[in-house]
């Protein structure tokens, strides 16, 4: 059971800091990630901290967001600095199942993570 929240409407330059609270999961080496989805694209990562620990961001993001967990791995963050108006989308956390190393959960994470939260719409105003 994984639950968003943090997003909001803010102006470009903003910050938020989305959080994702998980339950019920007992693989403590998921993989978990942030991903994000305009109606009618495609899902895509944001950033994915691997179960090795690696941390991979979409290009479009780098240096902008930080994904983290803590300690006890049951809340994942992602805090957004510099925000764009391009960066409007509906924000889903997610958690594998499994062992997955970073660069696999972030090129095929739509299709292999199988723990997904309902989202939390982030809203970006020039």
């Known amino acids: 059971h994984l639950v968003e929240s943090g997003g909001d409407s803010v102006q470009t330059g903003g910050s938020l800091r989305l959080s994702c609270e998980v339950s019920?999961?007992?693989?403590?080496?998921?993989?978990m990630g942030w991903f994000r989805q305009t109606p009618g694209k495609e899902r895509e990562a944001v950033a994915v901290?691997?179960?090795?620990?690696?941390?991979i961001y979409a290009h479009s993001v780098k240096g902008r967001f930080t994904a983290s967990q803590d300690d006890s791995k049951n809340t994942l963050y992602l805090q957004m600095n510099s925000l764009k108006p391009e960066d409007t989308d509906m924000y889903y956390c997610?958690?594998?199942?499994?062992?997955?190393?970073?660069?696999?959960?972030?090129?095929?994470?739509?299709?292999?993570?199988?723990?997904w939260g309902q989202g939390t719409q982030v809203t970006v105003s020039s």
């Open positions: 019920g999961m007992t693989y403590k080496l998921a993989c």
């Open positions: 997610a958690a594998s199942r499994g062992y997955i190393i970073a660069t696999v959960c972030f090129a095929d994470g739509y299709r292999l993570l199988g723990w």
């Open positions: 901290i691997g179960s090795e620990g690696d941390t």
